[in-house]
């Protein structure tokens, strides 16, 4: 039952990564491999906003929002117009930037000994959420939330832009909206919404390190996103259900631990050819990127 | 009698340069005046057509007035709807120009195939409120107020330039993919009536389609005028088309115009004959 | 110290330039983003070691079939990945995917296969040049000569004949080119091997200088792209200057701060350039928005 319960937890983890990336990568066509960076960022502010400043949940939570938001807007604002590879070229470099800082400013960040002893979030003030069931809970609501605000933003006007953009960026141009403006928030809402994923996952494991947010973090979440698929809510979902999932069946097959897990990459590689071929947009999308 | 003009371009001069390389593999850069020291006025309230040639600059100079291609020299000014302010269109970002009141129908289908064709009305609403993000998830009864307004304008629009029983209607709910060419290129047009546009610009609005199809599409156009008074400036090579609907029109060949006037008269002229409809 | 730091830079600026001229041969003419790059620079350095020292067969003919087995790798990939792909006019970032895919399965199935800790090819150091205070050690002069060498070799071919001509129009019209039909796609395969046969090459070199690990192919295929950038798109001298700029910049970082800085080195250059001359150094104005 534990395991279970672990396992809900990382997959709620990963549907806030993949949800809030899908909003970048399925609705306006910005791949990034800096997500990675984002969610390392967002679970640093939260290690701030506990540890250093003693802050509670909620007050830590939109503080590492907005710091990361503002870390996001940073980037967007100089590379947003850059097209399609250039664009990818740049959050790879922030990606590897944000790695290395991270790892190497070791009076900032304790570098490669990580932070330990992340205390469990105090909800109100007062309840704890310490155990796994509480954990369990814990994420199944945020990621819960997350779905419903992206389901929300997707559905109103903006999301209609926003399909527009992805289809059609002349167009939408032509009809009067600043569509870089729009690419920017997007970047910048994305951004925000990974906070959360840091958050789960620094104060669930209890201890972070960078060697969690590396170049291989953000291909395995961009992964994640385009086997489940995107363009719409199941994607993203079946994504992230899968790609954690998927490691604990070859458990199954007993094979040594250093083997298994080149298998899995090698079976997340073969799935990724394969479906952009047979199937860009995904087991579960409505749309392919472009 | 001339009405006043809408806009007004002077001296206006666009050029590429262009790789080539020739058979000994020898690169040298040319340079390709597409457009040059243009001069023209539209009149306000009419429909102004532009006829020529293929690659004499037509859609080229569409582009550098909607902002999308920058233009090397000249000016471009264009009225504001109040009477004596005049603005530059050069450098203007074109997401500025429906601000102002400039709207544009591509030459090849720009709507979007994956939404449907009600988004597609909705998407173009002059109003822009709810595009932020999140505004109107905090303010639903708002937002709800709007999208049915904005689902009201689109179905007045339909009705108007098609009539009561319009297949557009019927069909909002469905992907504008599932719609045939020429309702494609009508529902762009439908669209240009949801923004509040005072000039725009169509490029070549009946090609590809059926003659029953391009009555229609005048009659639209038309309607824009009558009813809406927006003023057209289109490009269009069919020539009784042109005689029907326009008021003005304007030959452009290697990137002037060199004959303006009444219809009748341009396509009448013996260097237009000659030139262009090879005559 | 600076000298010598300058001369470092230089040689391991020869590898970044062959290894960047191995992309561009591909990005110039095709537009695919290979990614899968990284995946076949290291399949040489693995399979020469297998044929070495599991098999048995000696050095030369090792470095035969690896050079070989790895162009064969490189075809492959654009056989099953790319060409499909395009075929069925796949938008690009769908097959930058792919190639994510194969460079993926790749690094793995080698891991698999061979461990993922560093491996060592030579051990020795012995023989080195020493030319007033500058020590050039012999990997380093076996890697300064054959890069220049490829390098060369490349421009002339570039320069020289048909195959030249070729390129530079795909690079510049890649419709034309596919309404000439199958030849382009036999020149297409051509690209594919060179570009092969250069990541075969350079992993060799620098795994013969400091071991081999399944996951440097990335950092290289890093290096490369930001080479290409910085260099300019579209032209084959700028990844040749770009490769050479990178290697002295790294090796000034490694000397005067710490290894551990390259990478925020060699981005925040690619960024500074993404930003400012996004066309990069050599690179003809273009719009990049």
Request: glycine residues 8%; aromatic residues 10%; hydrophobic residues 50%.
């Amino acid at each position: 039952m534990n395991y279970v319960m672990h396992l809900v937890v990382m997959i709620n983890i990963y549907i806030v990564l993949t949800t809030s990336s899908n909003l970048l990568v399925g609705m306006t066509n910005l791949l990034s491999l800096g997500q990675a960076a984002f969610y390392g960022l967002g679970a640093y502010f939260v290690v701030l906003g506990l540890v250093v400043l003693h802050l509670p949940f909620l007050p830590t939570l939109l503080l590492a929002m907005l710091l990361n938001a503002g870390f996001g807007l940073l980037l967007a604002l100089p590379s947003i117009r850059l097209k399609g590879d250039y664009f990818v070229f740049a959050t790879l470099g922030f990606q590897l930037i944000t790695y290395t800082i991270l790892y190497n400013w070791v009076s900032l960040t304790r570098g490669p000994y990580g932070v330990p002893g992340i205390p469990a979030p105090k909800l109100l003030g007062v309840l704890e959420i310490s155990g796994l069931v509480q954990y369990c809970i814990l994420s199944l609501v945020l990621a819960f939330l997350v779905i419903l605000v992206f389901n929300r933003l997707i559905k109103s006007p903006f999301g209609r832009v926003l399909k527009g953009i992805r289809e059609d960026e002349l167009s939408v141009l032509s009809l009067g909206r600043n569509v870089t403006m729009y690419k920017i928030e997007v970047f910048v809402i994305t951004c925000a919404f990974i906070t959360i994923s840091g958050f789960l996952y620094a104060t669930y494991v209890t201890y972070i390190d960078p060697t969690s947010f590396t170049l291989d973090e953000s291909i395995f979440i961009l992964s994640a996103l385009l086997i489940g698929g995107t363009g719409n809510l199941k994607g993203p979902i079946v994504g992230a259900v899968f790609v954690v999932l998927l490691p604990e069946v070859i458990r199954f097959l007993g094979l040594p631990e250093g083997i298994a897990a080149n298998l899995r990459q090698i079976i997340y590689g073969f799935f990724l050819l394969v479906l952009m071929y047979f199937r860009p947009q995904g087991i579960a999308g409505n749309y392919q990127v472009k | 009698m001339m009405n006043e003009d809408i806009l007004q371009i002077q001296d206006l001069s666009k050029a590429y340069s262009r790789q080539v390389v020739n058979i000994d593999g020898v690169e040298t850069n040319e340079r390709y005046n597409i457009i040059f020291d243009l001069d023209l006025d539209i009149p306000q309230n009419t429909i102004t057509a532009l006829i020529g040639g293929n690659g004499a600059g037509k859609t080229t100079l569409f582009n550098i007035i909607s902002g999308i291609t920058e233009a090397d020299s000249g000016s471009i000014m264009y009225c504001t709807k109040n009477q004596n302010s005049w603005i530059s269109l050069l450098n203007q970002p074109p997401h500025r120009m429906k601000k102002i009141g400039i709207g544009r129908l591509f030459q090849d289908n720009h709507i979007f195939l994956q939404m449907s064709v009600l988004e597609n009305m909705m998407i173009a609403d002059s109003n822009e409120w709810g595009e932020m993000p999140f505004v109107s998830l905090f303010n639903r009864k708002k937002n709800r107020e709007i999208e049915q307004f904005r689902m009201k304008k689109a179905k007045d629009t339909f009705e108007l330039l098609f009539g009561r029983d319009n297949p557009f209607w019927q069909k909002r709910d469905d992907l504008a993919s599932t719609l045939s060419y020429g309702q494609q290129r009508l529902l762009g047009l439908a669209r240009l009536l949801m923004g509040k546009y005072r000039l725009v610009l169509l490029d070549e609005p009946t090609s590809g389609v059926n003659p029953m199809l391009a009555n229609t599409i005048c009659s639209v156009i038309k309607k824009m005028v009558d009813e809406e008074g927006i003023t057209v400036f289109l490009i269009e090579h069919n020539m009784k088309i042109v005689e029907e609907i326009a008021d003005y029109c304007s030959f452009m060949s290697h990137g002037k115009i060199t004959a303006f006037g009444y219809p009748r008269d341009v396509i009448g002229d013996e260097t237009v004959r000659k030139t262009y409809l090879g005559m | 110290m600076l000298q010598q730091l300058l001369v470092n830079g230089f040689i391991l600026g020869s590898v970044y330039s062959m290894m960047a001229l191995g992309f561009a041969l591909i990005y110039n003419t095709t537009h695919i983003f290979h990614i899968a790059y990284a995946g076949v620079y290291i399949v040489s350095p693995y399979l020469f070691m297998a044929c070495v020292a599991m098999v048995g067969l000696n050095p030369v003919l090792s470095f035969v079939i690896a050079l070989l087995l790895s162009v064969i790798v490189s075809l492959s990939i654009e056989r099953i990945a790319y060409y499909p792909l395009e075929k069925r006019r796949s938008p690009s970032t769908v097959i930058m995917i792919s190639s994510l895919a194969c460079m993926t399965i790749i690094i793995n199935v080698i891991a698999m296969i061979f461990g993922n800790e560093t491996k060592i090819i030579n051990s020795s150091i012995s023989g080195s040049l020493v030319i007033n205070d500058l020590i050039i050690t012999r990997p380093q002069y076996i890697q300064l000569s054959v890069s220049l060498f490829i390098i060369a070799g490349i421009i002339a071919l570039i320069n020289r004949t048909g195959i030249g001509i070729a390129t530079r129009a795909l690079s510049n019209n890649k419709l034309l080119c596919q309404v000439m039909g199958l030849k382009v796609y036999r020149f297409r395969l051509l690209l594919f091997a060179l570009s092969g046969f250069i990541a075969a090459v350079g992993g060799l070199l620098i795994a013969y200088d400091v071991g081999i690990d399944p996951y440097v192919g990335m950092s290289m295929l890093l290096v490369s792209i930001v080479a290409v950038i910085i260099g300019g798109v579209g032209n084959f001298y700028g990844p040749i200057l770009g490769g050479f700029i990178l290697g002295i910049l790294q090796a000034l970082t490694i000397g005067f701060f710490s290894s551990r800085w390259q990478n925020v080195v060699t981005f925040a250059l690619l960024i500074i350039f993404l930003l400012l001359r996004p066309q990069g150094l050599l690179g003809e104005k273009q719009r990049m928005a």
